[in-house]
């Protein structure tokens, strides 16, 4: 059984820079695309980040573009979100998902329901 474990979140003020981690067990690390979504309360999920299997490809939302870098160590079996310049909307719980097909299919990369595995989330919390 594939699981997923987020770490690294807390309270940061505006600014500032966090690193968010994700450890995955259970399963093959090097055949899965890694996502990176967050939420906010009263909003819905939103996309932030995507890893290829190799690092080739790497793809962020606009409204991190810039700031946030994803990378991996396949060696590890852990991916990882550097956040710079956190602004109070990036305050949100932060989601890695896991993607075994990569980009086949018609489902949009930035799409929750590319992911087949979800771990359980770390809040960041960015103060003004």
């Known amino acids: 059984q594939v699981q997923l474990v987020e770490s690294g979140g807390g309270l940061v003020q505006a600014g500032g820079s966090l690193s968010v981690s994700c450890a995955v067990s259970g399963g093959t690390f090097s055949i899965y695309a890694m996502g990176w979504f967050r939420q906010a309360p009263g909003k819905e999920r939103e996309f932030v980040s995507r890893?290829?299997?190799?690092?080739?490809?790497?793809y962020y939302s606009d409204s991190v573009k810039g700031r946030f870098t994803v990378s991996r160590d396949n060696a590890r079996n852990t991916v990882y979100l550097q956040m710079n310049s956190l602004k109070p909307e990036d305050t949100a719980v932060y989601y890695c998902a896991a993607d075994p097909n990569g980009l086949e299919g018609s489902v949009r990369y930035d799409e929750a329901r590319k992911y087949n595995y979800w771990g359980q989330g770390t809040q960041v919390t960015v103060s003004s």
């Open positions: 890893i290829s299997r190799t690092s080739l490809r790497t």
